[in-house]
T-cell receptor, first 113, second 115 residues
C-alpha cells in the first residue's frame, strides 16, 4: 500500500541552526515526491518536488531535499532556519494516472530565538 | 489575484444541516481536488475532477457531493452534517490529470465546525 511516514511529530530548533525533517515513503512504482508547508491558518504551499533526474532538489525559501531510493526517503533540509520557517511541513507522494497525493501526518516545526 | 479561492473561510452550523463550500481557480487548470484535514492535521483526498469529470472518489459518504459546473469551479455540498464532518476542507488544482509531477495549488481552506 502507498504510504508516507513522517517520524517526527514536533521538532524545535534554534534560529540559525540547521534543520532536517524526515520522510519515508512506500510506493510500488516510481514515486513523485513533494514537500509542502502550511503556515498557521493558511493553505499549503509547495516547497519543492522530485520526479526524476538529480536526486538533490532545490526549493523555495532556501530548502532542499534529497531523494534516496535505497532508503525510500526524501528528507527536507535547510542550513540555517529563520523564525518565519515555523510551520507545519508535509511530505507527500504522488503518481499514477489520477495524480492522487498521499500525505504524511506532518511535522510541526517550532523555532526558538 | 488569488489562484485558488474558497468561500466561505469559516462555516459554523448545526448537525443535520446542509451546506456548500465553493472553490474557484483562475489558473486555467483542468483538474481540481477536495481534501479533508482532520483535527490531527491529517490530509486525505476526497475527490478529484478533470474537466468536469469525476476521477477520484475516495470512499467518502454519499452525503458529500461534489459539483463541477465548469472546469474552473468545484463545489462541495454536504447533506445532513454530522459532528465528524468538522474539519478543514482544502480545494486544490493542477494543470492536468495523469501527470503526477504536476504541482497541486491549494486554496486557503474552509474551516467547518458542526455543533
Amino acid at each position: 500500500a502507498q504510504s508516507v511516514t513522517q517520524p517526527d511529530i514536533h521538532i524545535t530548533v534554534s534560529e540559525g541552526a540547521s534543520l532536517e525533517l524526515r520522510c519515508n515513503y512506500s510506493y510500488g512504482a516510481t514515486p513523485y515526491l513533494f514537500w509542502y508547508v502550511q503556515s498557521p491558518g493558511q493553505g499549503l504551499q509547495l516547497l519543492l518536488k522530485y520526479f526524476s533526474g538529480d536526486t538533490l532538489v532545490q526549493g523555495i525559501k532556501g530548502f532542499e531535499a534529497e531523494f534516496k531510493r535505497s532508503q525510500s526517503s526524501f528528507n527536507l533540509r535547510k542550513p540555517s532556519v529563520h523564525w518565519s520557517d515555523a510551520a507545519e511541513y508535509f511530505c507527500a507522494v504522488g503518481g499514477g494516472a489520477t495524480n492522487k497525493l498521499i500525505f504524511g501526518t506532518g511535522t510541526l516545526l517550532a523555532v526558538q530565538p | 489575484d488569488t489562484a485558488v479561492s474558497q468561500t466561505p473561510k469559516y462555516l459554523v452550523t448545526q448537525m443535520g444541516n446542509d451546506k456548500s463550500i465553493k472553490c474557484e481557480q483562475n489558473l486555467g487548470h483542468d483538474t481540481m481536488y477536495w481534501y479533508k484535514q482532520d483535527s490531527k492535521k491529517f490530509l486525505k483526498i476526497m475527490f478529484s475532477y478533470n474537466n468536469k469529470e469525476l476521477i477520484i472518489n475516495e470512499t467518502v459518504p454519499n452525503r458529500f457531493s461534489p459539483k463541477s459546473p465548469d472546469k474552473a469551479h468545484l463545489n462541495l455540498h454536504i447533506n445532513s452534517l454530522e459532528l465528524g464532518d468538522s474539519a478543514v476542507y482544502f480545494c486544490a488544482s493542477s494543470q492536468r490529470i495523469g501527470a503526477a509531477a504536476d504541482t497541486q495549488y491549494f486554496g486557503p481552506g474552509t474551516r467547518l465546525t458542526v455543533l
